[in-house]
């Protein structure tokens, strides 16, 4: 079953604008990781960030971590046409042996 | 991160009829994973491939119907056995990363199944 939900499940922004993606989850986890997905392709590996840590920072990409509230976001500053893709964040605990947890995904849509 | 390439990358098929797809790695790796993204879907695990051990599958996934094998540290082939359209989905695979990047996944760029 699926750990983590995500808000939104679609969302259709202008370039230049922000974007925010919400995940929640409901489990004791190790770290957690975002990935972009265009087109049903593969899966591109963007951020990860470990439970003992609060935010961190990849070119235009913030993500946040509340392990209070078992919530991650990922802001996309600035967007492009070519960050349109689907965004999943996934879970990863030790106990779990390696194996990720997937949310639903939120389709961004950049209009140019 | 591992350079993962998968192959076929697309088929269509017909019911009754299984598939073989393989994931090529082009590093050694202990954990490697299967998922299937069923149309419009997110991702779920299939199996964890090990080297030189038997693949633990998850619930509702069995052996017989998606038998995995995982010869090397460097190569796995899942097949999709009596395929249905039930069947038509991505499938793929991951590696787990190693040292620094533990837990870090790298996925190939999958394989897109359509059963008729």
């Known amino acids: 079953s699926q750990q983590g939900e995500e808000d939104p499940q679609a969302l259709s922004i202008q370039e230049g604008e922000n974007a925010t993606m919400n995940c929640s989850y409901k489990?004791?986890?190790?770290?957690l990781q975002w990935y972009r997905q265009n087109s049903g392709r593969g899966l591109v590996h963007l951020i990860l960030i470990r439970s003992n840590e609060r935010e961190k920072h990849s070119g235009r990409l913030r993500v946040t971590l509340d392990t209070s509230k078992k919530s991650s976001s990922l802001l996309i500053t600035a967007s492009r046409a070519a960050d349109t893709a689907s965004y999943f964040c996934a879970t990863g605990s030790y106990n779990q042996g390696g194996k990720l947890i997937f949310g639903q995904g939120t389709e961004l849509s950049v209009k140019p | 991160s591992a350079v993962i390439s998968q192959k076929p990358s697309r088929d269509i098929c017909q019911r009754g009829t299984s598939l073989t797809i393989q994931c090529q790695v082009d590093s050694q790796v202990t954990m490697m994973f299967w998922y299937r993204q069923q149309p419009g879907q997110s991702l779920t695990l299939i199996a964890t491939a090990n080297q030189g051990s038997e693949a633990t599958y998850e619930s509702g996934f069995v052996i017989d119907k998606f038998p995995i094998s995982r010869p090397n540290l460097t190569f796995s082939t899942l097949t999709v056995s009596n395929m249905s359209p039930e069947d038509s989905s991505i499938y793929l695979c991951?590696?787990?990363?190693?040292?620094?990047?533990?837990?870090?996944?790298?996925f190939g760029p999958g394989t897109r199944l359509t059963v008729l």
């Open positions: 991951s590696v787990g990363g190693q040292g620094a990047y533990y837990n870090e996944q790298f």
């Open positions: 489990t004791s986890i190790n770290n």
